[in-house]
């Protein structure tokens, strides 16, 4: 079969098959007697091999030694090939999605998309102050994509850049939230952690939805940051987790100010009560005198006979620290009750001066 015959039918160019003869990868086995190259079945069977090998991604040199060496072991050139790939997907990948953000943000002129690519680069920079001035920079000029902002939040160790991220997307608002949420469900707890911190800045009905789920995270920072973040916006869901941190003295202060600020609502002041009282009957012993100092604090800022009563009863504790702030708070509350110019609690009358 001549050249052309056998170009026409494997859909190989007359030009790459003499290509392929010039470097020995196949030779036709004969000529004619007007000198025209003339090819056998076992060519063109040649032929469709190296296309075949061609397809996966071998080289010509690779494909030679495939074709051509009896020891040759396909194992580890599989192997690389399936590495390279690899590396080329997510190369490309990286290029789509930063086209995308591209995209997104709209550019005007080429002047507005070589701007976004500088941002995006800064973003990803190992320079913590290039990153966080790029940072700073979207949030004046709102000029790159908010997915790229929470992508970077998420990846983000430093806390100052962190923060700066984060202030940056508290300003693009409810449009962060859907990116940030798919950090909820990273398997890296720390990436969850940076999401719930970036959600809790932004003042969004679907970030509150999202908080609330957290509580039920596996890590416990992820739960604390969720429920910290839920107290400042009136979510009773977050008092037991707050409770929680009370107890255990992790972010003691911080859980005891959440708690403070839902016992505005009265219904959820006495519950708030009830349960630090609960826990102050499971801590009740010499042997955790810390646990009731710190729950006796909690209480101080509850109001309702509830807090009042368990007050009252603390004052007669065993362990100085906890008697002596439970009376100065009963104290101070009988004072208010005074200026109010109310009557007393039957638990402040039992300790009326």
């Given at each position: 079969m001549?050249?052309?015959?056998?170009?026409?039918?494997?859909?190989?160019?007359?030009r790459m098959l003499?290509?392929?003869?010039s470097?020995?990868?196949?030779?036709?086995?004969?000529?004619?007697?007007?000198?025209?190259?003339?090819?056998s079945?076992?060519?063109?069977?040649?032929?469709f091999?190296?296309?075949?090998l061609?397809?996966?991604g071998?080289?010509?040199?690779?494909?030679?030694?495939?074709?051509?060496?009896?020891?040759?072991?396909?194992?580890?050139?599989?192997?690389?090939?399936?590495?390279?790939?690899?590396?080329?997907?997510?190369t490309?990948?990286?290029?789509?999605?930063?086209?995308?953000?591209?995209?997104?943000?709209?550019?005007?002129?080429?002047e507005?998309?070589?701007?976004?690519?500088?941002?995006?680069?800064?973003?990803?920079?190992?320079s913590t102050?290039?990153?966080?001035?790029?940072?700073?920079?979207?949030?004046?000029?709102?000029?790159?994509?908010?997915?790229?902002?929470?992508?970077?939040?998420?990846d983000?160790?430093?806390?100052?850049v962190?923060?700066?991220?984060?202030w940056?997307?508290?300003?693009?608002?409810?449009?962060?939230?859907?990116?940030?949420?798919?950090?909820?469900?990273?398997?890296?707890?720390?990436?969850?952690?940076?999401?719930?911190?970036?959600?809790?800045?932004?003042?969004?009905?679907?970030?509150?939805?999202?908080?609330?789920d957290?509580?039920?995270?596996?890590?416990?920072?992820?739960?604390?940051?969720?429920?910290?973040a839920?107290?400042?916006?009136?979510?009773?869901?977050?008092?037991?987790?707050l409770?929680?941190?009370?107890?255990?003295?992790r972010?003691d202060?911080?859980?005891?100010?959440?708690?403070?600020a839902?016992?505005?609502?009265p219904?959820?002041?006495e519950?708030?009560?009830?349960?630090?009282v609960?826990?102050?009957?499971?801590?009740?012993?010499?042997a955790?005198?810390?646990?009731?100092?710190?729950?006796?604090?909690?209480?101080a800022?509850?109001?309702?006979?509830t807090?009042?009563?368990?007050?009252?009863?603390?004052?007669?504790?065993?362990d100085?620290?906890?008697?002596?702030?439970?009376?100065?708070v009963l104290?101070?509350?009988?004072?208010?009750?005074?200026?109010?110019?109310?009557?007393?609690?039957?638990?402040?009358?039992?300790?009326?001066?």
């Amino acid at each position: 079969m001549l050249i052309g015959e056998v170009a026409r039918r494997s859909g190989v160019s007359a030009r790459m098959l003499r290509h392929y003869e010039s470097i020995g990868l196949v030779r036709p086995t004969g000529r004619t007697g007007a000198g025209y190259r003339e090819y056998s079945a076992d060519d063109i069977r040649r032929i469709f091999h190296i296309e075949s090998l061609r397809s996966l991604g071998l080289t010509l040199h690779d494909v030679g030694r495939a074709l051509d060496d009896p020891g040759f072991a396909p194992e580890q050139l599989v192997d690389d090939l399936v590495r390279r790939t690899r590396e080329r997907i997510e190369t490309q990948t990286a290029l789509l999605t930063r086209l995308q953000r591209i995209g997104a943000a709209r550019p005007a002129g080429w002047e507005d998309v070589l701007q976004t690519v500088a941002l995006l680069r800064a973003l990803g920079s190992k320079s913590t102050g290039a990153r966080q001035r790029a940072a700073l920079t979207t949030a004046r000029e709102g000029s790159v994509p908010v997915a790229a902002l929470a992508e970077a939040v998420l990846d983000e160790p430093d806390p100052g850049v962190a923060g700066a991220l984060r202030w940056a997307l508290a300003r693009a608002g409810g449009e962060a939230v859907a990116p940030l949420a798919r950090g909820l469900g990273a398997p890296d707890p720390q990436v969850r952690v940076r999401a719930v911190r970036s959600l809790a800045e932004i003042p969004d009905d679907r970030a509150t939805a999202l908080l609330r789920d957290t509580l039920a995270d596996p890590d416990t920072v992820v739960r604390e940051y969720a429920a910290l973040a839920l107290g400042e916006r009136g979510a009773a869901e977050a008092v037991d987790t707050l409770i929680d941190m009370i107890v255990e003295a992790r972010s003691d202060a911080d859980a005891a100010d959440a708690l403070s600020a839902l016992a505005r609502d009265p219904a959820l002041a006495e519950r708030i009560a009830t349960g630090l009282v609960d826990r102050l009957r499971l801590a009740r012993g010499a042997a955790v005198p810390s646990v009731r100092r710190r729950l006796t604090q909690a209480l101080a800022d509850i109001p309702g006979d509830t807090a009042t009563r368990a007050l009252a009863e603390l004052a007669e504790d065993g362990d100085r620290v906890v008697a002596s702030t439970a009376a100065y708070v009963l104290t101070v509350r009988a004072a208010r009750w005074r200026v109010r110019g109310g009557g007393l609690p039957t638990a402040l009358t039992a300790r009326r001066p």
